[in-house]
């Protein structure tokens, strides 16, 4: 049987600057050397762990960059569960962001990156209920292909299998599966569809990433016996970067930024321990890779590869890289001629940059647009210099996807450019850009990936690309390159971009939720946003037939690539409760278009497009309000603000800064945002200002805040201490404490109802203990654990009252659930409850 090898992904050490993520690396003469080095070292690694940030970013730079060996982290989730500092995205979108921190991370530390179909659905607080919501079998076989295709000799676990309960559910699970898995990768009868692609394989050893933070505290590690550990000094000093490797480390950690992990770059001797777990113990512990031959001795006549890349490294003239190109290009073919083999197509794809980078050789390949559609013709501009003295000669170049060739059989004379105008006409059947994994629909605990060797992939599948073939003293070598968009901003110069394939037009209904409290028309607001010139068609909002929807259909016709234009709707809700979803559709030549088009673009990432369905959720509920003007001091980032619009209220967003007595006198509440305390040290000063508000007769409502780094720890006017208590479990049981409370009587009345369909969790972070002014409303609890009261406190102050609550409003309203809204409109009318007559308040 044939085996297909997975193209290597080739990562530079790239510690002596942070670049854009799209912008084309040089490497300097170290770097190249460090390369050269790396070379030469045929061993592997693959550190295993559940989300992005979980990983030990100071053993991969040390095994990457030290050690030389190939090292790979295997992260189980793209982190759709957690929050976000940077912005309002969360789950998929999230997941998104984070994927992108993780390649981004890997650029710097040297690793390379990997996924499973597993979806991070939320805290959980077990690796049984993680592996029921998770697909356990499949996520044992993403993890089982992953050891397959990547063939580490050494298998390292963020995480201990034997802790159940004791961290992240998820944390346990992807230690547990990776040991499940150590045995089970070397045998063909396990998932032997896999095999068409790769082989079985047996790890030589796996260990656990201990420290003392498994231990409890450095002192009980301290005393701990260590046996079974092996430490590895990893406080190197590269002196050729002018960097430490904690250093290189902390760059890599910090580009966590939606998860708030910058990080400060240590110095001087460092140590980690593994815990060995599975086969061949070590004798000496001296070295991971005891017993492996890391060399080239290890392949079928690679000695003599081998050998020359030693002499190429000895021989390596800082001042001349390009002295060293002709023994680059004959170990290139060398690598080339061997049976197949695990390691020569790695090496060979990393050789080929080697040799790039040592002749300067610069090739790209840039579309004049940024985005194109199926069926159109881009032009693109080709660059190819070489900055050498070696001859090279450019051969032909290679557009794909239609695999078009055009010679060029030119020479590439040194720090001569050469510009190619090519016309690339794209298929009608080419896919649209965007993350494979979100294209077919999953389920909470899974993505679907109907194509196996998609499985793992980082990054999204980008289709458009030019191979310019290069011939080096009669050796051929094929350079690829993604056709990029670049152009030039005026502050911070150079910018690239992708190319992206879209959709002839997009749509987007504005508001994602849609509250009908009556049977009045609602204007509903449609973007149509084109992706080529000259798009002339209609656009329908599609609702059940007990809605009303006029115009039937509207209309456009735009003249420009990327103008955008918003038309309206007129939609009246049926008389009964009901929930609907509404879906925007334009319809061209009969062909129709129903996605929305999202652009995720932050700087430390590459910019994102993401294609969903263009719909909002229609809500028809006799839920009411009474009108309060809401300050909304913004925190982490969350769409509370834009719900709160829809239910009517008049919201302006406040900054810290912008709080003072006057300004607060006209509104009625004042609304902290998720984490607000965590991240705004400008909150700390103006405590008293807030509550004296809430004494002069107003209310405050501040949402879930972490239990640790408060910029203050007078978040409330009586005591309040936060906790890690948490429900994770949406569905729960909750329990009245206080069921004659206006707070779940008044204006809406509040059931039990009103909790079912709340999505991914209840609430975080809850108060475990507070002071007796306090009341709590609601109790709730996941599975075996003890009640949990802390979700919704309330305290009278002065003549009016401050509300604390985990409850995780910040996923429900922007998903629509209608309880999450009835009870957020109940607590912002607190104060309101207390004008009216107490008869009138429903028990």
Partial sequence: MQKKHASAILIFLLCCQITIAQEPQKPNSVEIYNQIQKLNFLGSVLYIAAHPDDENTQLISYLSNEQKARTGYLSLTRGDGGQNLIGTQLRELLGVIRTQELIEARKIDGGEQFFSRANDFGFSK???????????????????????????????????????????????????????????????????????????????????????WFYGSIEKFNAAHKTNLIALQTGVYYAGLGKSNQEIAALSRSRHQS??????????????????????????????????????????????????????????????????????????????????????????????????????????????????????????????????????????????????????????????????????????????????????????????????????????????????????????????????????DDVKGEVYNYLDIVP?????????????????????????????????????????????????????????????????????????????????????DNKQFDKEQIIIKYDHITKQQVLTLAEAKCIKTDLKTNGEKIAYIMGAGDEVPSSLTQLGYAVTLLKPEEITPEKLELYDVVITGVRAYNILPALANKQNILFDFVKSGKTMIVQYNTAGDLVTNTIAPYPLKLSRDRVTEEDAEVRFLAPHHPVLNFPNQITATDFEGWKQEQGLYYPNEYDKAFTPILSSNDKGESPKNGALLIAPYGKGHYIYTGLSFFRELPEGVTGAYKLISNIISLQSSEKIPVQKIKN
Avoid at 129 to 154: C, G, S
Avoid at 432 to 437: K, N
Avoid at 527 to 541: H, M, P, R, W, Y
């Fill in 126 to 212: 077990n690796p049984t209920e993680t592996l029921e919501i998770w697909d356990k079998k499949q996520v044992l076989a993403d993890v089982i292909w992953a050891i397959r295709k990547f063939q580490p000799d050494v298998i390292i676990n963020r995480f201990d299998h034997r802790s159940p309960g004791t961290t992240h559910g998820h944390h346990t699970a992807s230690a547990m599966l990776s040991v499940e898995s150590f045995d089970l990768a070397n045998n063909p009868s396990i998932f032997p569809e896999q095999l068409q692609f790769v082989t079985p394989w047996q790890t030589k050893r796996q260990f656990f990433n201990t420290s003392w």
């Fill in 504 to 588: 002839e037009v997009t749509t987007s209904i504005i508001d994602k939720v849609l509250l009908f409290k009556d049977t009045k028309k609602k204007a509903v607001a449609v973007k149509i946003k084109t992706g080529k010139d000259s798009v002339k068609g209609i656009l329908q909002l599609e609702l059940p037939e007990n809605w009303g929807v006029f115009p039937k259909s509207i209309p456009f016709n735009i003249e420009k690539k990327g103008t955008e234009q918003i038309v309206y709707f007129e939609v009246t809700a049926p008389n009964k409760s009901e929930e609907a979803v509404a879906k925007s559709v334009a319809i061209i």
């Fill in 259 to 488: 998860q708030g992990f910058g990080s400060t770059g240590a110095r001087g001797e460092e140590t980690e321990y593994l815990e060995f777990i599975n086969g061949d113990a070590l004798k000496d512990k001296k070295s991971l890779f005891e017993g492996i031959d890391t060399s080239w001795n290890r392949i079928k006549e690679g000695k003599s590869i081998g050998e020359l890349l030693t002499t190429i490294a000895a021989e390596f003239d800082h001042n001349n890289p390009s002295a060293s190109i002709p023994d680059l290009a004959k170990a290139y073919a060398m690598m080339k001629a061997l049976d197949e083999n695990q390691w020569s197509p790695l090496k060979s794809e990393a050789i080929k940059e080697i040799i790039s980078a040592c002749s300067g050789l610069y090739l790209e390949a840039v579309a004049q647009n940024q985005e194109a559609t199926p069926g159109s013709t881009i032009k693109l501009k080709l660059e190819a210099i070489n900055r050498s003295s070696v001859p090279i000669q450019l051969m032909s170049v290679t557009a794909i996807p239609n695999q078009n060739i055009t010679p060029q059989n030119r020479d590439l004379k040194n720090n001569i450019l050469n510009t190619i105008n090519l016309d690339l006409k794209l298929p009608e059947s080419i896919n649209y850009t965007q993350p494979y994994w979100l294209k077919e629909k999953g389920t909470v605990g899974m993505y679907a990936v109907k194509q196996q060797q998609n499985i793992g992939i980082p990054d999204i599948i980008r289709e458009v690309k030019v191979i310019f073939n290069i011939k080096i003293n009669e050796i051929e070598i094929p350079f690829e390159r993604t056709v990029v968009y670049k152009y030039n």
